[in-house]
C-alpha cells in the first residue's frame, strides 16, 4: 500500500483526527572487547500512525503495507472514546534518506582511549570494552491537520566499561557517552578512571556534613531525576513552595541544536522550566496541550517509531547569570566532598521529595583535595539540596539519560553524607 | 513466510567458506498488542508489526553484521550486498527490491484476554494503570552448512499499579506478571494478583545492618540469576571464573539453567544462533559444574560444544552468552520450617530489581516490602530495601535445608546486559541466606 493510500485510509477511518510518522535510520557501530572486534550496520525503517475513532489508538510497522493491517487490527479492540489533540500545522522540506557512507563509519577510538585510560588510573584500570556508533535519522510527520514536516539528525555515541584492580579487589566502570563535537577521550578516561579506581581505596566518607561539589557527571544526573518535575504531568506538591534554587539560576530544556521538531512535529522551542526559585513553564506534548487548553511546548518525545510519542524533557540544561570556573567552585569547599561519579543510579523521589546519591570521590579541606573516598552516600529531602546548591558551572558536556542532559558543576553547602 | 533455504545457502556461501568461519542469517517477525487500562478500561490501544533480518559472519575475534528492517528476500539480498561489499567477498548483484508482501502475518487477537483481564481486574483490583502486552515472536535462523532453525513464541505482560486497601489506608502497589502464552497462565495471573492485594498492616522503615533473610514465593530466583547466570556467562570474568569443579556453597544445593522450559517466559526451543538448548547445571552438588555457552564462546571446540545459549535482543545485535530459566532444585523443608529455622531476620517474598558487578563480585537486590521474623514468626510489615552481599561468600552462606515447594517467579521477566534486553525467568523453592547486608530505602 503507498503511503498517500495509507493516509487516505486513515482520513476515512478518523476524519482530521490522524497523524502518521515515519523514519529511516542508518547507523554503523564499532565494537572492541577481549579478543574480540565487532562491526554492525543497521537500516531501519518504520512508520506508525495514531488515530482517534474516536477511541485513541496507535499502530507501527516496517512497512506501510504492514502498517496498513495493523491499522485494521488495531481497530478491532473496543475501547472508550477519547478527545484528538489539536495538530500542529505548517510544513518544511523532508531531507533525503540515504545509506551510509563508507567514510562516515565511527572513528578508532580505543587504542587512545585504552592508552588515556591507562594513564589516568597510573596502570590500576584497564579499558575493557569500548563501543562507538554513528547514526543518522530521517523523520518525518504528516497529520489531518496538513502538516507535513521532515529533519534529520546525527549523533556519535556509545559507551565504555573499564576495570580497576589494585590486589584482590577489583571494581568496574560503565559509562556511556555522546559526543556534539570532537570525541572528548580525555574527559571519558579521566571519568572512567575515576569511577574503576577510587571505590578500591580503604577510606570512607569522613565527614556527615559539608560541603558536596558535584562533577558534570553526577550533576546531569541530578538534573535527569529532576525532568518529570518539570513535565505538566507531575503531582509533587513541594515545588510550589519555591525558594529552591538561588534566583540567578533557572533550568532550561532546548532540543534545538538537536532537531527542529518533536516527535509530533511541533516546533522545537525554548522553554524556561524553573527560574527565581520555583517552577516556571511547564513542558507538555499534544495531549497535555488539549486538556491544559494550551500550546504544545514541543515536548512529545519519539523514543522509538514503535512507541507513541510522550511527554518528557528533551535536552535540559543549568543556566545562571554568574557562572563560576569549576577551579573556582572546588576553592570555594571548605570542608566537605568530590562526587567524581556514581555508584548506583540516583534515586529521586518526586512525589515524598526524598533523594539518595551513592557516589565515590575525594574529600576537599579548604579547596585541597585530601584524597580518594570510596564510598560515600548523601540522602535527605530533594528540595533542602535545591536550596543549598550556591553555584554552578555550566559544562557543556551532552549526557545521554537517555534524553540528553547538560552537565554542570554543582556546588552545594551543607550536606548530610553516610 | 520463511525464507527458501536454498537461497540463503547462495547468499551464504560465499561467507562460510574457509574453516573457523560463522555465518548465519537471522529473521525476527513480531507482533506485539499493548491494550492500557485505567480503572477498568482500556485506553489507548497498541499493535505492532515489525520485521528484521541480519546476516553475520564471524571468524576468531572479529565478528561483521549487516541488519535491515525487512525480512524477505530482498531484504536479505540488501544485507547479504553490504556485508559482502565489507568483507571484499564476491558482490550479490543489485536487483530491484519486490514490494513487501504485508500479508504474512500470523493471526494474534487479544481479545479472549481483554475480556479476562477485565473481569478479573474488576473483582481484584478495580483501580489501577497497568500495561497488558501479548508479544508474538516468531525466529528463523540460517546457519551456513547446517539446517535452518525456526522458533515462534507468544509471551504475555501485565506490570504497572494499582490501589489496595491496607490496614493504614490505601496504598499504591506495584504489580509485575511475565508469562508464556498458555491456557492456565490467566488464572495463574488472577492468583497473583489477589495475593498482590491483600490488606497489609502499615510498614515500618527498615532496618540496617546484616541480617538472615529468608527468600521466599521463589524470589530466588533473582538472587541466583544475578551470582550465578550471570558470572557464569561465557566471556565474563568473575569471581567464579577459574572456580570450576571447586565447591562454593553447600552440597544439597543444586541449580541449572533451563532454556528448554518452555512454561517459563526465558524458555526458547533453539537459541538465536540456531543450536537447540540444554540444561545447563552451574551448581551440581554445590559445584560450580558448567558455564552457559554460545557458538564463538564454545570455540574452538566450535558448532556442538555450544549448549545453546546465544541469545540476541535484535537483529542486529551480536549473539551473546545468556541466561534463560534459573531452575533451583527442591529441598525438603515446609515454608514453615523454614521460618522457623530463620529465627530471626527477613522474610521477603518479591524482588523487583537487581544487578551484579563482575569484577568485583559485589550485587545489589532491590525489595519493595518485608516482614520481620521474631523467634522463627512472622511480624512486623517492613518498607522497601536493598539486599547486598558478594557473590562467593554469600553462597557459602546459603543453609542447608532448602524448601520443598518450588515457585516460578513470575515478576522476573526481562535482563539487560551490554544493552541487551531479554526475556528471562526462574522458578526456586525458599532458600535461606545466613548475614546479608541490608540497607532501608526512603
Known amino acids: 500500500m503507498s503511503r498517500e493510500r495509507l493516509i487516505e485510509r486513515l482520513e476515512a477511518l478518523a476524519p482530521g483526527a490522524w497523524e502518521l510518522y515515519s523514519k529511516h535510520g542508518v547507523s554503523r557501530e564499532i565494537r572492541h572487547a577481549p579478543r574480540e572486534t565487532a562491526e554492525t550496520s543497521r537500516t531501519e525503517e518504520g512508520f506508525a500512525a495514531r488515530w482517534w475513532d474516536p477511541a485513541p489508538r496507535f499502530a507501527a510497522a516496517g512497512d506501510t503495507a504492514a502498517l496498513a493491517e495493523a491499522v485494521e487490527r488495531a481497530r478491532e479492540t473496543p ?71 521532515g529533519w534529520g539528525a546525527s549523533a556519535l555515541t556509545g559507551f565504555a566499561s573499564a576495570v580497576g584492580r589494585r590486589g584482590t579487589r577489583a571494581c568496574e566502570a560503565r559509562m556511556s557517552f555522546r559526543w556534539d563535537g570532537a570525541p572528548e577521550l580525555a574527559t571519558l578516561a579521566r571519568r572512567l578512571s575515576d569511577r574503576a579506581t577510587l571505590p578500591l581505596s580503604d577510606r570512607s566518607a569522613a565527614v556527615d556534613r559539608g560541603d558536596w561539589l558535584l562533577e ?35 533550568i532550561v530544556d532546548d532540543a534545538g541544536p538537536d532537531a527542529p521538531f518533536d516527535g509530533e512535529g511541533t516546533r522545537t522551542r525554548r522553554v524556561v522550566v524553573f527560574e527565581k526559585g520555583g517552577l516556571s513553564l511547564p513542558l507538555r506534548d499534544l495531549d497535555a496541550a488539549r486538556r491544559d487548553r494550551a500550546f504544545s511546548t514541543g515536548n ?70 585530601q584524597g580518594p573516598v570510596a564510598a560515600a552516600r548523601s540522602r535527605g529531602r530533594l528540595s533542602e539540596l535545591l536550596r543549598r546548591i550556591t553555584a554552578l558551572a555550566p559544562s557543556g558536556e551532552t549526557f545521554p539519560s537517555p534524553e540528553p542532559v547538560l552537565g554542570a558543576t554543582l556546588l552545594a553547602e551543607r550536606v548530610p553524607f553516610d | 513466510m520463511p525464507l527458501d ?92 527490491a519486490a514490494p513487501p508482501a504485508g500479508d504474512e502475518w500470523r493471526p494474534l487477537s487479544g481479545e479472549r484476554w481483554r475480556k479476562r483481564l477485565e473481569a478479573t481486574l474488576s473483582r481484584h483490583a478495580p483501580r489501577h494503570e497497568l500495561r497488558w502486552t501479548l508479544a508474538d515472536v516468531d525466529r528463523e535462523i540460517y546457519p551456513a552448512r547446517a539446517p535452518a532453525a525456526v522458533s515462534a513464541r507468544r509471551l504475555t505482560s501485565l506490570e504497572g499499579t494499582f490501589i489496595a486497601p491496607s490496614r493504614r489506608g490505601d496504598e499504591t502497589r506495584r504489580f509485575s506478571f511475565h508469562g508464556p502464552e498458555s491456557e492456565t497462565l490467566a488464572d495463574e495471573l488472577r492468583e497473583a494478583l489477589v495475593r498482590a492485594a491483600e490488606p497489609r498492616d502499615a510498614a515500618v522503615p527498615c532496618p540496617e545492618g546484616d541480617a538472615d533473610v529468608l527468600l521466599a514465593a521463589g524470589c530466588a530466583a533473582v538472587l541466583f540469576h544475578e551470582i550465578l547466570v550471570h558470572p557464569l556467562e561465557g566471556g565474563a570474568v568473575s569471581p567464579l571464573s577459574g572456580l570450576s569443579e571447586a565447591r562454593v556453597a553447600v552440597p544439597e544445593l543444586e541449580v541449572r539453567d533451563d532454556a528448554a522450559r518452555l512454561d517459563l517466559f526465558g524458555g526458547y526451543e533453539c537459541d538465536d544462533e540456531g543450536i537447540r538448548p540444554r540444561p545447563v547445571k552451574l551448581l551440581d552438588a554445590g559445584r560450580i559444574a558448567g558455564r552457559l555457552t554460545s557458538r564463538d564462546a564454545a570455540a574452538p571446540a566450535g558448532r556442538d560444544a555450544s549448549n545453546g545459549h546465544g541469545r540476541r535482543a535484535e537483529p542486529g545485535d551480536s549473539p551473546l552468552p545468556r541466561g534463560a530459566n534459573v531452575v533451583v532444585a527442591p529441598g525438603s523443608a515446609s515454608a514453615e520450617e523454614m521460618v522457623r529455622r530463620l529465627e530471626q531476620g527477613l522474610w521477603i517474598d518479591a524482588l523487583d530489581g537487581g544487578s551484579v558487578e563482575l569484577a568485583s563480585g559485589s550485587f545489589r537486590l532491590r525489595f519493595p516490602r518485608a516482614r520481620r521474623v521474631r523467634r522463627g514468626r512472622l511480624s512486623d510489615e517492613l518498607g522497601p530495601g536493598m539486599l547486598a552481599g558478594e557473590i562467593l561468600p554469600v553462597l557459602k552462606r546459603i543453609e542447608t535445608g532448602l524448601g520443598r515447594e518450588v515457585r516460578a517467579y513470575r515478576p522476573l521477566g526481562w535482563c539487560a546486559r551490554g544493552g541487551q534486553i531479554l526475556p528471562v525467568q526462574g522458578e526456586a523453592p525458599d532458600v535461606l541466606v545466613r548475614g546479608l547486608a541490608v540497607r532501608g530505602l526512603a
Open chain 2, 5 to 96: 533455504p536454498s537461497a540463503v545457502a547462495r547468499f551464504l556461501e560465499p561467507l562460510a567458506r574457509e574453516s573457523g568461519e560463522i555465518a548465519d542469517v537471522f529473521v525476527e517477525r513480531r507482533q506485539e498488542i499493548r491494550l492500557e487500562w485505567r480503572d477498568g478500561a482500556v485506553g489507548q490501544t497498541r499493535r505492532t508489526a515489525t520485521e528484521g533480518l541480519a546476516v553475520r559472519w564471524r571468524r576468531g575475534g572479529s565478528e561483521r553484521i549487516c541488519a535491515v528492517s525487512r525480512a524477505d528476500e530482498a531484504g536479505l539480498r540488501e544485507a547479504s550486498r553490504q556485508l559482502q561489499a565489507a568483507l571484499g567477498r564476491g558482490i550479490v548483484p543489485i536487483r530491484s
Open chain 1, 300 to 369: 512529545g518525545v519519539r523514543r522509538s517509531y514503535r512507541t507513541p510519542p510522550r511527554l518528557g524533557a528533551r535536552r535540559l540544561f543549568f543556566e545562571t547569570g554568574r557562572p563560576a570556573p569549576p577551579r573556582e567552585l572546588l576553592a570555594a569547599v571548605r570542608r566537605g566532598l568530590f562526587a567524581s561519579a556514581l555508584t548506583a543510579p540516583w534515586r529521586c523521589d518526586l512525589e515524598n521529595d526524598r533523594y539518595e546519591a551513592e557516589f565515590t570521590g575525594i574529600a576537599v579541606i579548604a579547596g585541597r583535595a
Open chain 1, 216 to 250: 558534570p557527571s553526577v550533576g546531569a544526573a541530578l538534573l535527569a531525576g529532576l525532568a518529570p518535575l518539570f513535565c505538566r504531568e507531575t503531582t509533587a506538591r513541594w515545588p510550589a513552595r519555591g525558594g529552591l534554587l538561588a534566583p540567578e539560576v533557572t
Open chain 1, 79 to 149: 475501547a472508550p472514546g477519547g478527545s484528538c489533540p489539536v495538530w500542529p500545522t505548517g510544513a518544511a522540506a523532508v531531507p533525503q534518506t540515504s545509506s551510509m557512507a563508507a567514510d562516515e563509519s565511527p572513528p578508532e577510538l580505543h587504542d587512545e582511549l585504552a592508552r588515556l585510560v591507562a594513564a589516568e588510573s597510573r596502570g590500576e584500570a584497564t579499558l575493557t570494552e569500548l563501543t562507538v556508533r554513528r547514526g543518522r535519522t530521517v523523520e518525518r510527520v504528516v497529520n489531518a491537520a496538513g502538516l507535513d514536516v
